[in-house]
């Protein structure tokens, strides 16, 4: 099998050379390009693995290339070089689609890492089922156009080493997301490390996440290893990480931004090779607002957002879903699997479910306990009544308002509403609202919405 093949774009002759050096012990070829146009010409005349590009080229910018790469070679990744500490170029590039940065002046253990992970990226583009994946992992379930826009994401941002993150109310899934991410990864071989910001007392948090040494204080009776360590090669998912107090806020954006940790009382630093992932039920950008989370942070870890909608956006998966879950509890329990009878599967339908996921599970659990011969009515899952739904329509409006106006105000709304339901994807927020595709273009355009 021959070698693999590296695109290397830099303008500056001793950086190609050292890359093209450090490559080739990797034993992979490389060519190298001096500025965009000679870049994209070794583009459309070989076939690569991987490319290495820098950022300022005397003829443009490493985003271009990436975003060239991205629309062109969609299976080629593709990693910038930036400029020391400057993070801006490195988010930007991960928005554009690269799937990691390295700074300057490189680091060759780290180029050589992220090589290595680029070239297993190829390698799984086959999907093939890797040795050792084999056990039976829970599924990301549904079939609704939701449920397949989140699958698809998660595919392409397991390619990525852009920190994720996940947003969405409480049991929508955001824990398994992050876990698909992971699966799916080049990382895959590596630990998937979840830590609950919210759960570690104040006092031992920098210990939990960076380690320490023996001694380094009263209670240090051996050295210990911290989060980022046991993530190394991994991931690291951060759950609930609005819960995080401010001071870890700092030292948790150092150790992202360096790529490195420092466990209390070391001497030196440890580079670490980790992708993060985070996760909250929390309105985050509302917390960064009223200053209760730092902003550099929240730009660092919200990379690329991955948010999983609501059960009640995805009625649609409710029956497979349940149907998923009482075979699991029957599975567990021993027994048999119920079924659910009619009126109570409508019920389930006609639900809120302002626990998500988690409370149809929940429901399930408790009325496989309550039921009787093998069929769950509608008693049997203790549905709690709905309060009144709110009223986001506005029905208060100035009754001085003209009538047009008042119903153009409700349009807009119903209309944004379902567009933010549906990600903007307009076909889906037409088939929503009631109305064709073209009614929905047309009403945006006379709403000025587009
Ligand atoms: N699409 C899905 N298919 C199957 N099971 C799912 C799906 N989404 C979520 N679940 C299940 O629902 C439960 C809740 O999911 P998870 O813990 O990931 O939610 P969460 O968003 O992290 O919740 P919280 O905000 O409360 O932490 C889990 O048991 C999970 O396995
Ligand atoms: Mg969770």
Redesign the pocket.
Known sequence: MSNPLALIVDDEPDIRELLEITLGRMNIDARTAEDLHSARQLLESERFDLCLTDMRLPDGNGIELVENINQHYPELPVAVITAHGNMDSAVQALKAGAFDFVSKPVDLGMLRKLVNTALKLERNDTGAARPGNSKQK?????KSPA?ER?RTLIRKLARSQAPVFIS??????????ARQIHQQSPRADHSFIAVNCGAIPQELMESEFFGHMKGSFTGAISDKQGLFQAADGGTLFL??VADLPLNMQVKLLRAIQEKSIRPIGAQREIPVDVRITS?T?KDLAALVESGHFRQDLFYRINVIELP?PTLRERRD?IPL?AD??LSRIAAYTGGSKPRIDRDALQALLGYSFPG???EL?NILERAVALCENGIITREDLQIPTDPAPERTTPLDVDPDMPLEAHLEQVERNMITTALEATHWNKTAAAKRLGISFRALRYKLEKLGLE
């Open positions: 829970p599924e990301l379930l549904g449920a989140i969405g109310e409480s049991g929508t899934g955001k824990e398994l997301a759950d609930e996760a039920h999983i998966d879903l998923m879950m998500n996921i988690r599970e």
